[in-house]
């Protein structure tokens, strides 16, 4: 009958709208940053950004929220326990994809800045304790890790950074004032970039003068043998008496 033919029409018609009005959804939702949906369990829904970096000049900075709480090997820490060096306070979980893609990038720039007066601080947000404690021994992690399963922290510091980015890092100088951050994952380039005029501001070294991983990597590979860079300065003698 012709009413049911055009019934049937009709309906056809609504779903395509239906499906292209679906199709426009994820394409706004694309370009309003290339963001990605994580999915953290128990229904929680994370942003991963882009990787996008900003600074604050020193006159732009505000002051970072005193949060503490206990690290996942069970000791208590602040970021006031920090206070004079340069704090690098990354958020991160272990089922996060992006988090364990730029945790390599981490542990090369915390080993190469640990001389130049920079400290690393994790915080791990909406994770299994065994779970976060597995993926730092397994990757050798060698900083500490507040263990944030309600996520507080990144609540606290949700004026600089939205709460469900993950993973995010924040840069705070040693005045305890947020002096960067990114949203999503960081690399090398980026990392180094951010805390080299950091470190020259407050006079904490020469960034140029650090010991490079990727170098002694090299060169233990070529030789075969582990190379112990040490700190800058370090007694690096045989017999390690002084001069």
Request: glycine share 12%; hydrophobic share 35%.
């Amino acid at each position: 009958m012709p009413s049911a033919r055009i019934g049937a029409r009709s309906r056809r018609a609504v779903t395509r709208l239906a499906a292209v009005a679906a199709v426009a959804v994820l394409a706004l939702t694309g370009c309003a940053g290339g963001n990605e949906i994580e999915t953290g369990g128990e229904d929680d829904r994370f942003i991963s950004g882009d990787g996008t970096a900003t600074t604050f000049s020193a006159d732009e900075r505000i002051d970072a929220p005193d949060v503490s709480g206990t690290t996942l090997d069970g000791d208590e820490i602040s970021l006031a326990d920090h206070e004079g060096r340069i704090v690098v306070l990354n958020v991160w979980a272990s089922w996060c994809g992006p988090c364990r893609t730029e945790q390599p990038v981490l542990d090369e720039v915390y080993a190469e800045y640990t001389g130049l007066g920079v400290d690393f601080l994790g915080v791990n947000i909406k994770d299994d304790d065994t779970a976060a404690r597995t993926y730092l021994e397994t990757r050798g992690v060698e900083y500490p890790s507040l263990y944030d399963q309600p996520g507080e922290v990144p609540q606290a510091f949700r004026g600089t950074v939205p709460p469900r980015a993950i993973p995010s890092t924040l840069v705070i100088d040693p005045d305890g004032r947020i002096a960067a951050r990114v949203i999503g994952p960081t690399t090398y380039g980026q990392l180094t970039g951010l805390l080299d005029p950091i470190v020259v501001e407050y006079d904490l070294g020469d960034p140029e003068e650090r010991p490079r991983v990727a170098e002694q990597e090299a060169r233990e590979q070529e030789s075969g043998e582990p190379e112990d860079a040490g700190e800058p300065g370090a007694d690096t003698s045989p017999d390690g008496d002084d001069a």
